[in-house]
């Protein structure tokens, strides 16, 4: 297992011009097109045969299917629609960013895709390797880059047994170190669109009409009075609101209203239950002034789980190699990830791996517009990538 280490060291400086051309070139959603070329050309050059399951996806395998199980390595490489302030010399101009260091999985993911077209002959199976647009959810479409991925057939052909995928995180967690948890490991998410519909009246007469802003108001107080008396203080529930419309006038009175926001939870229950709750509660608020109103919850994306089993397995294999535990996660992360689609479906482990804050980048988290990742990190990425897919086919070996 120390090859693993020393091979990934070597690859240091190419996974870091990797992530710094992906940086200077960020994409957003299904549309990667300079993305998904750069990264096929590259394993290409490994000797990769690439396939696409997906607009702006990119499918490729290593081993013997045959010979063993299968494992599934997956790393997203969409950007966000961030203008970037981080005066990098690689830094983007094009009104988009990696600030959520979508750039280093990819980057770290053809490190692990070298070394494991190096050890090719001695895999017991086969690996898959899954680059995936869309995983930010920036595409003006009803479905995320792990419902497309999922659809286009990843996890067959040959069959999936077990996922894995690494994330970067600054600020709070240790530059180079790792850590995961069994169980939920990312929070649950669903847009929640409200349509209120109204009646128009002049401004001077409101009596005369049904007002949608005022039937906002208080379904906006209502999804939070539904949190604080409908659910069990002990779940995490966060309904947010970040856009609110109606109207172009100071003295009109509307005829309709849209409010947009999310639903994040951390328990399949809870989400469910707070759907069933919203919808009521909606629909009772605006018949109570006389309107009417519909909520639906749109391109949801459930809780990202870690299997228990596996997640001890992978977690062992990166202890021994590197010599240092795997820290656990006091709790779930509150943002959402869509390998939470994967994860439904087949056992899959999500390990972070810190980045700390580097100077001039203090309190800059993720999708922070001045937010940036320690290089210097990267090949343990690669290393714990590549050596999880060996470990996991060789301990399966008869």
């Not at 070298?114 to 920036?138: M, S, T, Y």
């Not at 479905?143 to 057939?153: E, K, M, P, Q, T």
């Not at 809870?270 to 309107?291: L, N, P, S, T, Y």
């Not at 062992?316 to 779930?332: C, H, I, M, N, R």
Request: aromatic share 6%; glycine share 10%; charged share 20%.
């Amino acid at each position: 297992m120390k090859t693993i280490i020393d091979e990934a060291k070597a690859l240091q400086e190419t996974i870091v011009e990797d992530r710094r051309w992906l940086h200077r070139h960020p994409e957003i959603g299904f549309d990667l097109p300079q993305t998904q070329t750069y990264v096929r050309e590259r394993l290409e050059a490994m000797g990769y045969e690439v396939s696409v399951p997906c607009d702006g996806g990119l499918l490729t395998q290593v081993g013997d299917p045959a010979s063993g199980p299968c494992i599934l390595l997956r790393a997203d490489y969409d950007a966000l629609p961030v203008e970037e302030e981080t005066g990098l010399p690689f830094a983007s101009d094009n009104g988009n960013m990696h600030a959520c260091g979508h750039d280093t999985h990819a980057a770290m993911l053809l490190g692990a895709a070298r070394i494991l077209k190096d050890h090719e002959a001695e895999l017991k199976g086969c690996v898959k390797l899954l680059f995936q647009p869309d995983e930010e959810g920036c595409a003006p479409v009803d479905i995320c880059g792990g419902d497309a991925v999922l659809a286009g057939g990843v996890l067959e052909n040959s069959h999936v047994d077990a996922v894995t995928a690494l994330h970067v995180q600054a600020i709070d967690f240790e530059s180079g170190a790792l850590y995961t948890r069994e169980g939920t490991i990312f929070s649950s998410i669903d847009d929640i669109d409200v349509e209120i519909t109204g009646k128009g009246a002049h401004g001077s007469t409101p009596h005369m009409g049904i007002d949608p802003i005022n039937i906002a108001c208080h379904i906006y107080e209502g999804f939070q009075n539904l949190i604080a008396r409908e659910v069990d203080p002990t779940q995490v529930c966060v309904a947010t609101f970040g856009k609110i419309e109606a109207g172009r006038a100071a003295n009109v009175l509307p005829e309709t209203a849209h409010m947009l926001g999310t639903l994040r939870t951390q328990d399949a229950e809870v989400r469910q239950g707070f759907k069933e709750h919203a919808e009521r509660m909606v629909a009772g608020i605006a018949d109570a002034f006389g309107g009417e109103a519909t909520v639906r919850f749109l391109r949801g994306v459930p809780n990202t789980y870690n299997d228990p089993e596996l997640t001890c397995e992978l977690s062992g294999y990166a202890d021994e190699l590197f010599g240092e535990p795997v820290q656990t996660l006091a709790k779930p992360f509150s943002g959402t990830d869509d390998l939470a689609i994967l994860s439904q479906v087949v056992p899959t482990t999500y390990f972070i791996l810190g980045t700390g804050t580097l100077p001039g980048h203090e309190g800059c988290g993720m999708h922070h517009p001045n937010v940036d990742f320690d290089e210097s990190v990267f090949w343990k990425g690669a290393a714990l990538l590549a050596n999880s897919a060996i470990e996991y086919l060789s301990h399966r070996t008869e």
